[in-house]
């Protein structure tokens, strides 16, 4: 414990992807940089063996175990009510809470936003424009491909000033024989970026096909936080894991001078730094922001604006599944190579939310063995009917741009706690007409494709009832004006000059494509101007 | 709930394969051969009917020893009425001809599920408190070996997946 620093220059909450580059940045540049980390270490081991042994296979979250100081949202077998649903649509965000964040778990798709999804409000009338340009954000765009190692070839309509770090990684079979029958259609499948080496990069591996990208990749041939964090240690960054940081401390000038947080023990801890960086997701932060309420904070910090947890998106999303005309082989190789990306903008965005389909490469013996047992089979029909089924499958998933709402928010509970005595959060989420208009016209483009691809048996998830696709957007929004936004252009807070936030909570658009790549940006955007002021 | 005790039974071959790449039939192989029999029951002790049902559900699949034990290890644990019931599903499948096997017996269809489950998907239990105690071996990857692995195991090339399955 002694051992233990207690200030830095700067302080750094949540080690995940986008505090621990943004750490690395900053260690490198010469600043004295602690981390604190309310989970445990992860290790990759442990957790493909959690996962070979776990009865819940499709659950993303079971393989980690959470820390009784540093719980988690869990939905299977049943959901442990961390987060206190309050309707009128459930939010079943599955993050985790350990040295590398989400990512462990994560699909790897690295998309950049469109320069359009920076100024909806102003092209389509809709939503919130961001204080920076697609051209300002361009450069930490590329930055974080290199640290993360994205492959690539697709153009997709997001301007680039340099090459993918890695080539793209190759199609599978099923899905080139369906990019092979869509052409000609308004359905361009193609290969999106990932952050999976297509070969050896920067010390690992390329892709092998384990088809196990979530809930683990057991080579690390796809990046996820937990590489940044090593990465940052090695730079000489401190991390200070399962230190679960429950309050900031602001002095009367604003400045945030301290955090406290929670060890093991429930002993308290104070750290001092000069600035402070927030980067513990979409959720927790906001938690963290609305919990530290003090006389002259009433409503927690950095929320003079009353926006702090508001504003709440992810990607809702459908999905269609079907059994094509020939064998594809979806599961074989990785799990999301490849999309429908081609119509994610346009002037449609004024009526409906912004579309993308991904074509989902998941295994699919297990589900469909469940489904064939429950039915009664056994035997060598049962067998048959795997290996025809399984090899004929299809999966498609739309992912839907959400707007930011207001009363979309979490804020923390007056009752309930956790055990280490910390609020836990209420989630309020709804979802809007943008959005069901957008399955509207997507259920249209699924009947489509299962018709250009011979498709029977189609089964098409339900209006109004969406997966959720733990892209926590929105909730502590950029902006240029401070009464409608918590961070500025630069992520600093505009209530406290030496607090700057990160990750993907911070963006006030969510489009409709997985927002880490992004979040990763911004935050190494922030560690420039956060240098500046120490 | 993850049994944490029967880690080290499952993943004794698992955990060389976490960082190695396996072909599917190796794989099998190497599952047979270096994971130990459990909780030290003899395999002769098997009752003959119950080896018997495996096989009949498992159809052209061949399944593994330790995995046909280690559901009967398990169920024997959870029904008192296994043995009893093993003999009753071995005619209804007997008088099926074809088509999905309906059994009207619920006591009798729990045991039926629990033991096809285990053998297909490694897994038993109820929704609520499901317990793996298979994974790799399990018969409906043993089904599909020519064109899947299970995931987490890798089939050994890089970009093996542009081709179709040979």
Known sequence: MSNIPTSADVVVIGAGIAGSLAALKMAKAGANVLMLESGPPLFRDQIVE??????????????????????????????????????????????????????????GQAYRLLPNDFRINSLYGVGRDWPISYQELEPYYMEAERHIGVSGDY????????????????????????????????????????????I?????????????????????????????????????????TNAVVYKMEADDRG???????????????????????????????????????????????ANSSDMVGRNLMDHPGSSVQFFADEPVWFGRGPQRPAAINNYRDGDYRREFASTRIDLASTSPVR????????????????NDKIEEQSSRYVLLKSLFEMLPDPENRVLPSKTEKDAWGIPRLEVHYRF???????????????????????????????????????????????????????????????????????????????????????????????AEHALKTI | ?????????????????????????????????????????????????????????????????????????ELQSRYVNLASSVPKINALLQANKS????????????????????????????SNAPKCIAFENIVSYQAVAKAFSPPSYCAGQVNFWVNKPL
Not at chain 2, 45 to 69: C, E, N, R, Y
Request: contains cysteine; aromatic residues 8%; charged residues 15%.
């Open chain 1, 50 to 107: 959690n996962f070979r042994n776990s009865p819940l296979k499709g659950d993303f979250m079971d393989p980690y175990p959470a820390k009784p100081w540093a719980p988690q949202p869990k939905f299977q077998p049943a959901d442990n009510n961390y987060l206190i649903q309050k309707g009128p649509a459930p939010y079943r965000a599955m993050y985790l809470r350990g040295t590398g964040g989400t990512t462990w778990h994560w699909a």
């Open chain 1, 155 to 198: 153009n997709e309509d997001s301007p680039r000033s340099g090459p993918y770090p890695m080539p793209a990684v190759p199609f599978p079979y099923g899905m080139e024989r369906m990019r092979q029958r869509l052409a000609g259609s308004k359905f361009d499948v193609s290969n999106g970026p990932q952050a999976r080496n297509s």
């Open chain 1, 200 to 240: 050896p990069y920067d010390g690992r591996p390329a892709c092998c096909g384990n088809n196990n990208c979530m809930p683990i990749c057991p080579i690390n041939a796809q990046y996820n936080g937990g590489i940044a964090a090593r990465a940052a240690e090695d730079a000489g960054v401190k991390i200070v």
């Open chain 1, 255 to 301: 400045r945030i001078v301290a955090v406290h947080y929670l060890d093991p023990n429930k002993v308290s801890h104070r750290v001092s730094g000069k600035t402070f960086v927030l980067t513990a997701n979409g959720l927790e932060s906001p938690k963290l922001l609305l919990n530290s309420v003090s006389e002259r904070y009433p409503n927690g910090l």
């Open chain 1, 367 to 382: 589900a469909l063995t469940e489904k064939l047992v429950a039915q009664g089979y056994y035997g060598n029909e049962l």
């Open chain 1, 432 to 526: 809007p007409e943008y959005v069901n208009k957008a399955y509207d016209h997507c259920k249209t483009d699924f009947q489509e494709i299962v018709k250009l691809m011979g498709g029977t048996g189609a089964i098409y998830s339900e209006r109004g009832v969406y997966d959720n696709n733990q892209h926590i957007t929105g909730t502590m929004v950029m902006g240029k004006d401070p009464k409608q936004s918590v961070v500025d252009a630069q992520c600093r807070s505009h209530d406290h000059e030496n607090l700057f936030i990160g990750g993907t909570g911070v963006m006030p658009s969510s489009a409709s494509v997985n927002s880490t790549l992004s979040g990763t940006a911004l935050s190494l955007m922030l």
């Open chain 2, 1 to 73: 709930m993850i049994d944490y005790t029967r880690r080290r039974l499952l993943s004794c071959g698992g955990a060389v394969i976490a960082t190695v790449s396996f072909s599917g039939i190796a794989l099998t192989r190497y599952a047979q051969a270096n994971v130990a029999p459990s909780n030290g029951i003899d395999a002769s002790a098997l009752d003959p009917s119950f080896v018997t049902l495996a096989h009949t559900l498992s159809g052209k699949v061949v399944p593994d020893p330790l995995l046909i034990q280690r559901v009967y290890a």
């Open chain 2, 99 to 126: 088509g999905p096997l309906e059994i009207h017996d619920s006591a009798l269809l729990e045991i039926y599920q629990q033991v096809i489950k285990g053998l297909y998907l490694g897994v038993i239990g109820t």
